[in-house]
Protein backbone atom coordinates (compact mmCIF):
# COMPACT_ATOMS: atom_id res chain seq x y z
CA UNK A 1 0.00 0.00 0.00
CA UNK A 2 1.36 3.45 -0.42
CA UNK A 3 0.70 6.55 1.09
CA UNK A 4 -1.07 9.58 -0.99
CA UNK A 5 -2.35 13.31 -0.42
CA UNK A 6 -5.64 14.40 -1.86
CA UNK A 7 -4.32 16.25 -4.67
CA UNK A 8 -7.14 18.73 -5.41
CA UNK A 9 -8.83 21.36 -3.62
CA UNK A 10 -12.65 20.99 -2.46
CA UNK A 11 -15.45 23.11 -4.94
CA UNK A 12 -17.37 25.30 -2.48
CA UNK A 13 -18.07 29.12 -1.94
CA UNK A 14 -19.75 31.16 0.58
CA UNK A 15 -23.43 30.49 -0.71
CA UNK A 16 -23.01 26.61 -0.75
CA UNK A 17 -26.03 25.21 0.95
CA UNK A 18 -25.39 21.74 0.14
CA UNK A 19 -22.04 19.09 0.47
CA UNK A 20 -21.44 16.32 -0.79
CA UNK A 21 -18.33 14.16 0.45
CA UNK A 22 -16.28 11.14 -0.69
CA UNK A 23 -13.81 9.30 0.63
CA UNK A 24 -10.67 10.17 -1.09
CA UNK A 25 -9.68 10.36 -5.01
CA UNK A 26 -9.42 6.99 -7.32
CA UNK A 27 -6.96 6.51 -9.20
CA UNK A 28 -8.58 8.22 -12.33
CA UNK A 29 -9.37 10.77 -10.33
CA UNK A 30 -5.80 11.42 -8.78
CA UNK A 31 -4.50 11.00 -12.19
CA UNK A 32 -7.20 13.50 -13.68
CA UNK A 33 -6.79 16.04 -10.95
CA UNK A 34 -10.53 15.81 -10.78
CA UNK A 35 -13.46 14.81 -8.88
CA UNK A 36 -15.09 11.26 -10.37
CA UNK A 37 -12.98 10.86 -13.38
CA UNK A 38 -13.40 7.50 -14.05
CA UNK A 39 -15.72 7.19 -17.27
CA UNK A 40 -17.95 4.29 -15.47
CA UNK A 41 -18.68 6.37 -12.18
CA UNK A 42 -22.16 7.80 -12.45
CA UNK A 43 -21.68 10.99 -10.08
CA UNK A 44 -21.63 13.47 -12.61
CA UNK A 45 -24.42 12.47 -14.92
CA UNK A 46 -26.51 12.07 -11.47
CA UNK A 47 -25.59 15.38 -10.68
CA UNK A 48 -26.57 16.47 -14.18
CA UNK A 49 -29.96 15.19 -13.95
CA UNK A 50 -31.04 16.33 -10.33
CA UNK A 51 -29.26 19.90 -11.49
CA UNK A 52 -31.27 19.83 -15.08
CA UNK A 53 -28.40 20.50 -16.66
CA UNK A 54 -28.29 18.54 -20.05
CA UNK A 55 -25.51 17.57 -21.38
CA UNK A 56 -23.60 16.43 -18.60
CA UNK A 57 -20.51 19.12 -18.75
CA UNK A 58 -17.76 18.01 -20.56
CA UNK A 59 -15.08 20.16 -18.39
CA UNK A 60 -13.88 20.52 -15.05
CA UNK A 61 -14.93 24.77 -15.19
CA UNK A 62 -18.44 23.68 -16.42
CA UNK A 63 -18.58 20.86 -13.87
CA UNK A 64 -17.78 23.32 -11.06
CA UNK A 65 -20.25 25.81 -12.32
CA UNK A 66 -22.74 23.26 -12.59
CA UNK A 67 -22.60 22.39 -8.88
CA UNK A 68 -21.51 25.78 -7.64
CA UNK A 69 -24.94 27.41 -9.72
CA UNK A 70 -26.82 24.85 -7.42
CA UNK A 71 -25.11 25.82 -3.81
CA UNK A 72 -24.01 22.42 -4.29
CA UNK A 73 -19.90 21.68 -2.32
CA UNK A 74 -17.28 18.89 -3.25
CA UNK A 75 -15.16 17.64 -1.27
CA UNK A 76 -13.77 14.30 0.39
CA UNK A 77 -13.41 13.15 3.78
CA UNK A 78 -9.92 11.93 3.67
CA UNK A 79 -6.96 14.39 3.04
CA UNK A 80 -4.18 11.58 3.01
CA UNK A 81 -4.46 8.35 3.67
CA UNK A 82 -2.27 4.72 2.65
CA UNK A 83 -4.69 3.20 0.15
CA UNK A 84 -3.91 0.38 -2.92
CA UNK A 85 -5.47 1.40 -6.00
CA UNK A 86 -9.56 2.75 -5.71
CA UNK A 87 -10.45 0.82 -3.19
CA UNK A 88 -12.58 2.28 -0.20
CA UNK A 89 -12.58 -0.46 2.12
CA UNK A 90 -8.52 -0.65 1.66
CA UNK A 91 -8.35 3.12 2.96
CA UNK A 92 -5.80 2.97 6.44
CA UNK A 93 -3.50 5.63 8.25
CA UNK A 94 -6.21 8.13 7.43
CA UNK A 95 -5.37 12.56 7.98
CA UNK A 96 -9.03 13.84 7.94
CA UNK A 97 -9.84 16.85 5.27
CA UNK A 98 -9.85 20.28 7.01
CA UNK A 99 -13.95 20.16 7.28
CA UNK A 100 -13.92 22.93 10.01
CA UNK A 101 -12.24 25.02 7.15
CA UNK A 102 -14.66 24.60 4.71
CA UNK A 103 -17.86 24.65 7.05
CA UNK A 104 -16.51 28.05 8.37
CA UNK A 105 -16.49 29.69 4.98
CA UNK A 106 -19.78 28.04 3.23
CA UNK A 107 -23.66 27.97 4.58
CA UNK A 108 -23.62 24.06 4.38
CA UNK A 109 -27.78 23.06 5.88
CA UNK A 110 -27.16 19.48 4.91
CA UNK A 111 -24.40 17.12 3.97
CA UNK A 112 -24.28 14.20 1.54
CA UNK A 113 -22.07 11.07 1.77
CA UNK A 114 -21.55 9.53 -1.59
CA UNK A 115 -21.14 6.00 -0.29
CA UNK A 116 -21.52 4.05 2.91
CA UNK A 117 -17.57 4.27 3.81
CA UNK A 118 -17.62 8.36 3.09
CA UNK A 119 -20.52 8.39 5.97
CA UNK A 120 -18.47 5.84 8.64
CA UNK A 121 -15.03 7.91 8.23
CA UNK A 122 -17.21 11.43 8.85
CA UNK A 123 -18.89 9.72 11.71
CA UNK A 124 -15.29 8.69 12.90
CA UNK A 125 -13.63 12.22 12.13
CA UNK A 126 -16.37 14.92 12.29
CA UNK A 127 -20.13 14.03 13.35
CA UNK A 128 -19.01 14.96 16.97
CA UNK A 129 -18.12 17.89 16.63
CA UNK A 130 -20.80 19.42 14.26
CA UNK A 131 -24.74 19.14 14.58
CA UNK A 132 -25.09 19.15 10.52
CA UNK A 133 -27.79 16.36 9.19
CA UNK A 134 -26.17 13.93 7.31
CA UNK A 135 -27.54 11.28 4.36
CA UNK A 136 -25.63 8.50 3.27
CA UNK A 137 -26.47 7.94 -0.44
CA UNK A 138 -24.99 4.70 -2.42
CA UNK A 139 -22.34 4.91 -3.95
CA UNK A 140 -21.55 5.70 -7.49
CA UNK A 141 -18.65 4.18 -8.24
CA UNK A 142 -18.31 1.35 -10.86
CA UNK A 143 -17.45 -1.21 -8.30
CA UNK A 144 -21.08 -0.21 -6.79
CA UNK A 145 -22.19 -2.48 -10.01
CA UNK A 146 -25.30 -4.14 -7.91
CA UNK A 147 -27.22 -0.45 -8.23
CA UNK A 148 -28.44 0.72 -11.68
CA UNK A 149 -28.48 4.30 -12.60
CA UNK A 150 -32.32 4.42 -12.12
CA UNK A 151 -32.14 2.58 -8.72
CA UNK A 152 -28.88 5.39 -7.73
CA UNK A 153 -31.25 7.85 -9.32
CA UNK A 154 -34.19 7.35 -6.76
CA UNK A 155 -31.67 7.29 -3.69
CA UNK A 156 -30.21 10.55 -4.93
CA UNK A 157 -33.18 12.44 -5.52
CA UNK A 158 -34.13 13.37 -2.26
CA UNK A 159 -31.10 15.78 -2.72
CA UNK A 160 -32.95 18.05 -5.02
CA UNK A 161 -35.11 18.91 -1.69
CA UNK A 162 -32.24 20.88 -0.47
CA UNK A 163 -31.90 22.83 -3.81
CA UNK A 164 -32.89 26.75 -3.30
Known amino acids: ?3 F ?6 IFNKKS ?9 SVASRKQEFYYAHPQNRFWKIIAHLTKTDPVPPDVDRKKRMLLGHKIAL ?3 VRSCDIEGSDDSRIGNVTPADLPFLLGNASIKHIFTNGRRAYQLYGKYFAKNFSINVTVLPSTSPANAIYSFEKLLHYWEIMGRYFN
Open 1 to 3: MAH
Open 5 to 10: EHPFLP
Open 75 to 77: WDV
Open 17 to 25: TILILGTFP
